[in-house]
């Protein structure tokens, strides 16, 4: 007997008492019991399908639950049923109405701040700006599919307006097609930063061009101290204002 088949062979005889045959025969044994298992698994599996498929013991889980239930399908009469199958789970009556909560979607901490910022919680300013306006009911019939419904929804469609850009703004006040109020409120609906407001309502003042300042000044409708400052709102400083 080689060396190999020894050493092979020693922890068998150590279990066996030093009897190798025994060691062997164990072997041989629990190999051919590991082997006729491994044939027998996919039997047992074809079995246990055959038995859930007569008796169906196949249920949803909670998440598939929750999506059948708001798609309403097949019917929203009968969407109920779907619970059944959590009841069959061992889920009480109490446990299933936490479910249903829970199906209900809650938005983002993100798009919260974006419903304030977009005056959401602002009655008075979601009427006036028309916030729910044109809000269509296929839009609240597919987000309540995936949870949004009531509230949520409607306020998901009021912040989802697209704001016209502060040049747009300017030109507006400009034609007086806006107020100053009305500024005051785009600076609001915009969610620019307070301190900033009315300084950025100065930019809306055009600043008369250099042919008009020269003009004006060989016609002395302006001083030195104003044609100064209007040089200097056309970006000249220092040097540039002076030799200018």
Same mark, same amino acid.
Request: glycine content about 6%.
């Given at each position: 007997?080689? @060396? ?24 041989? +044994? ?14 047992a599996? #074809?079995?246990?399908?055959m038995? @859930?498929?007569?008796i #169906? ?5 909670? !998440?598939?639950? #929750?999506?059948?239930? +708001? ?10 049923? $779907?619970? !059944? *199958?959590?009841? *069959?789970?061992?889920?009480? =009556? =109490? ?13 983002? /901490? ?20 028309? +916030? &729910? ?12 599919k ?9 306020? %998901? ?6 704001? /016209?850009?502060i040049?747009?703004?300017m ?5 007086k =097609?806006?107020? @100053?109020e009305?500024?005051?409120?785009? $600076?609001?609906?915009? @969610?620019?930063?307070?301190?900033i407001? *009315?300084?950025?309502?100065? +930019? ?13 000044? !060989?016609?002395?409708?302006? &001083? ?5 400052d209007?040089?200097?709102? #056309?970006?000249?400083?220092?040097? *540039?204002?002076?030799? %200018?």
């Open positions: 007997v080689s @060396d190999e088949l020894k050493t092979f062979m020693m922890p068998l005889t150590e279990r066996t008492h030093g009897s190798p045959l025994g060691g062997v025969l164990g072997l041989v +044994l629990g190999m051919t019991m590991g082997v006729a298992m491994g044939a027998a698994a996919p039997v599996n #074809q079995l246990s399908m038995v @859930d498929k007569m #169906q013991t196949a249920r949803f889980n909670p !998440d598939e639950v #929750q999506r059948l239930w +708001l798609r309403n399908f097949p019917t929203p009469e009968t969407r109920e049923v $779907w619970w !059944d *199958d959590l009841r *069959d789970h061992g889920y009480s =009556e =109490e446990r299933i109405l936490a479910q249903k909560e829970l199906a209900n979607y809650l938005p983002a /901490p993100a798009e919260i701040m974006r419903w304030a910022a977009r005056e959401v919680f602002e009655p008075e300013q979601r009427e006036k700006f028309e +916030l &729910d306006k044109f809000l269509p009911t296929e839009f609240m019939e597919w987000a309540g995936v949870g949004i419904t009531g509230e949520v929804a409607k306020n %998901y469609w009021a912040s989802h307006w697209e704001l /016209p850009g040049t747009s703004i030109e507006l006040w400009r034609r =097609e806006l107020t @100053d009305e500024v005051s409120d785009f $600076w609001t609906e915009l @969610d620019m930063v307070p301190w407001r *009315d300084k950025l309502f100065k +930019l809306f003042r055009a600043v008369p061009t250099r042919v008009d300042v020269r003009r004006w000044w !060989d016609m002395r409708t302006v &001083d030195e101290a104003r044609l100064r209007i040089y200097q709102a #056309q970006g000249y400083w220092g040097e *540039d204002l002076e030799n %200018y």
